[in-house]
């Protein structure tokens, strides 16, 4: 829900659903939640799809999309083993009411990949594909990803696998870990504690 709040997002738009599933055999049974955001891919199958270069890897490792560049042509999307990237159709959530489009939230400017757009305007996110970025505007102003500060559980941990004396440096030698789909070969850069 937070991600949704700082990322203005539409329906049919999600950055980071998370899946519930049953686990166990009853009565010794539990539910297990699992986020998936995008997985900033180091070899990611979504960048060489897109026929108008409107999509990359940055050298910081997120995959970024710009855009301004962006045609909404949806060729990224089946690309992604991770169901990641979402076509902003232009809904909003008064749809179908008198105030649609109207309301004071759905005008304000949204701050994704560093840059500050209005969801309607050319260089803004409507009509193009979509995707998390790690919240890109907060992490180069030295802040943590929206879904990180807001969890909860605590659940959540982000920062510099190359710094060996980070968090994440030392949490990933734990041997429960786990990345989604390696078999794709898509050297995802979000791990699971599991
Ligand atoms: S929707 Fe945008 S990012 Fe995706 S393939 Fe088309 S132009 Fe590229
Ligand atoms: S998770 Fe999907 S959208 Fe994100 S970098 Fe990997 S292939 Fe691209």
Not at 65 to 70: E, F, G, K, R, V
Request: glycine share 8%.
């Amino acid at each position: 829900v937070s991600c949704m709040a700082e990322n203005r997002l539409p329906p049919g738009v999600v950055y980071r659903p998370v899946s519930e599933e049953e686990v166990g055999t009853y009565p010794q049974v539990s539910y297990r939640f699992l986020p998936k955001p995008c997985m900033q891919c180091d070899d990611p199958p979504c960048v060489p799809a897109c026929p108008y270069e409107a999509t990359w890897k940055r050298k910081d490792g997120i995959v970024e999309i710009d855009y301004a560049l962006c045609v909404g042509c949806e060729k990224c999307i089946p690309a992604c083993p991770y169901g990641s990237r979402h076509k902003d159709d232009g809904y909003f959530w008064t749809e179908n009411t008198p105030g649609q489009g109207k309301m004071p939230y759905e005008g304000l400017p949204v701050y994704e990949w560093g840059k500050k757009t209005t969801r309607d305007e050319e260089a803004g996110p409507m009509d193009k594909v979509r995707k998390c970025h790690f919240c890109l505007h907060r992490i180069e102003r030295g802040l943590l990803p929206q879904c990180v500060t807001t969890c909860i559980g605590r659940a959540t941990y982000f920062g510099d696998l190359e710094d060996p004396s980070s968090l994440v440096a030392e949490l990933i030698k734990q041997p429960n870990v786990m990345r989604l789909k390696e078999e794709a070969g898509t050297q995802p850069r979000v791990y699971y504690l599991v």
